[in-house]
């Protein structure tokens, strides 16, 4: 009985200690709004996902911080791991990346924005699209080569590309957050 009994408990050891491994993600490295070389897989994985040469991904803290969120499901007023939406994503990623406040919903982000053209984007920028006739009910954040992270409401956090057939029907406006003192803090863009 007593070698049921400790086979039972090192077993059942075993099982807590494996289920408790699991693939680490890059941490982000630096503080919010400083630029950090990323690490190297870091960069590979996302200048291949992009289309990119590897030397063009240059902000550490913002594919760090995508790597650690993509795939994260999505949960509408979400805003942890369990399940996040495409605006708390956005303003969760202004801030820590840019070091940048910006406010919760798609309908107030859309006032923060200075209006640009598609082909003068930048990492950061935001994109707004306008889904089941709502203006402005979901965004997304500019990467780079075409290509945008948000949290969709089907597939959780990804990477699109802008001119998607599906996507870029919806496509509204986009542009960079206007930064003052009330939405940024030091070492912001």
Known sequence: MKKIHYLYCALLGLMVALSSCHTRRAAMRGEAGELVKPQQSVAEKYADILGVEKSNIQNGRLYEFIDDWMGTPYRFGGQDKDGIDCSGLAQLLEQQVYNVNIPRSTSQQ?????????????????????YDGKKFSHVGVYLQNGYYVHASSSKGVIITRLHDPYTYKY????????????NAE???R
Do not use: M, Q
Request: with cysteine; proline share 0%.
């Open 110 to 130: 859309i006032n923060i924005i200075k209006r640009k053209y598609e082909e003068d984007l930048a990492e950061g920028d935001l994109l707004f699209f306008d």
């Open 171 to 182: 496509f509204s406006r986009c542009g960079s957050i206007i930064v003052d003192n009330t």
């Open 186 to 188: 030091v070492g912001s």
